[in-house]
Structures are given as C-alpha cells and as structure tokens.
C-alpha cells in the first residue's frame, strides 16, 4: 500500500505568511521525501519514520525541528499504487520552470507531483509502471 502527503508548515514574519511544502509517500517499509530546493535541485531521499521525514523537509527550509508541520492533503492508493521506480523515473524527467521564489517554488512542486502521481496519472501515463 502507498499514501501520499502534502505536507506544510508555516511561519508568520510580520504580515507575510511564508510556508514549505513537500511530498511524503508513506508505504508499508518506508516513508520517502521529495521537495524543490531553492537551488533547482530536486530530493527524493528514504526514511523509516514520519519524524525523520518531516525533519527533511524543516531541513531543507532551514527551520527547528520544533516548527508546526501538518499534513495538507493526504490520498490513500486503494489498489494499483505507482512504484517507486515509477515516481524516481517521474522526478528525472521533471522539467518544471527553474526555481523562483514566486513563479515556480516548493508549493508549485508539490502540486505538479501531486497532480501527476496521483490517479489521473494512471490513466494519463499508463504506459509506464505501475
């Protein structure tokens, strides 16, 4: 079985609401972790549990392991889950806009993986493993 999350956490500065997003996919041995960097890199990095693999995602925005983060959305597979293989495959043929802080960020990362990977992506890449 396969799960996928769209996990955030948010910090207020002033008026401004600034907030990370990324992907968690949890399966039965392992969650695994894929964001946008704001150097244009793309992680898709294992761990063996849920606080590991939101502590990658405060990492990677520089924030304290004890910054709030919930899950935005989550979709639990009933059957026919993508394969790991198949969402490393997606991740390397990504090609997003490069990074930028408005335009193309981890919130539009986060939604273009979740719009793909999700059950849409079965029917619209079905040529792929799944």
Not at 87 to 102: I, P, Q, T
Request: negative net charge; hydrophobic residues 40%; aromatic residues 16%.
């Amino acid at each position: 079985m396969m799960s996928w999350l769209l996990t955030t956490f948010t910090v207020a500065l002033g008026a401004e609401k600034l907030e990370h997003e990324w992907i968690e996919l949890e399966t039965d041995c392992a969650y695994y972790v894929t964001q946008l960097y704001s150097d244009g890199v793309i992680s898709f990095d294992r761990f063996t549990n849920r606080y590991d693999a939101n502590q990658e995602g405060l990492d990677c925005a520089g924030r304290a392991s004890d910054t709030s983060v919930w899950t935005e959305r989550d979709f639990k597979f009933p059957s026919a889950a993508p394969t790991i293989a198949t969402v490393k495959r997606w991740l390397s043929e990504y090609r997003g806009a490069r990074y930028d802080v408005n335009w193309h960020n981890c919130k539009h990362f986060a939604s273009d993986v979740w719009r793909a990977l999700t059950p849409s992506f079965c029917l619209l890449f079905s040529h792929l493993e799944i």
